[in-house]
């Protein structure tokens, strides 16, 4: 049974491990690994009125999931507010047994409950399995994305 919950200091390595085990090409590169070089973001999001990291583990309380959930106002869509998800990573080992669906669909939920009007993510266009899972799971490709990376 995977248990989700928000990511605490102690799951820092696990989740950038699963992370940069998924970075694309573009990103591959420009990751340290080291967990110190990590560490002030991640004590940043923990601080974050609108923000959290969750991870999704199993009954050994390993994490095997994680994601990033923010929480975005706008005026588009009468004001509402859009859940955007970010690094959603399943260990490599673990895919395939639907952790992943239900890590999604407990990103999803958090932002019905939040009120927003939808809930957006992007996905590097290297990584066609991904597209195929969250296509399998309502998501419509609607937008082609840009980035500036220095």
């Known amino acids: 049974m995977l248990k989700i919950r928000v990511a605490g200091p102690e799951d820092l390595e696990a989740v950038v491990q699963m992370m940069n085990g998924g970075a694309s090409s573009q990103r591959v590169h420009l990751e340290s690994g080291e967990i110190d070089t990590y560490r002030p973001a991640f004590l940043a999001i923990q601080q974050a009125a609108d923000t959290d990291i969750y991870v999704g583990e199993l009954d050994e309380g390993e994490p095997v999931a ?72 309502g998501f419509v490709p609607t937008h082609e994305g840009f980035k500036l990376v220095f």
């Open 66 to 137: 994680t994601f990033q959930l923010s929480f975005l106002i706008g005026l588009a869509f009468n004001g509402k507010p859009r859940g955007q998800i970010e690094s959603m990573h399943t260990r490599s080992d673990m895919r395939g047994k639907g952790l992943g669906k239900a890590m999604l669909s407990h990103a999803v939920e958090l932002a019905r409950e939040k009120g927003c009007c939808m809930v957006q993510l992007t996905s590097n266009k290297e990584r066609a399995d991904a597209h195929r899972f969250y296509e399998s799971n």
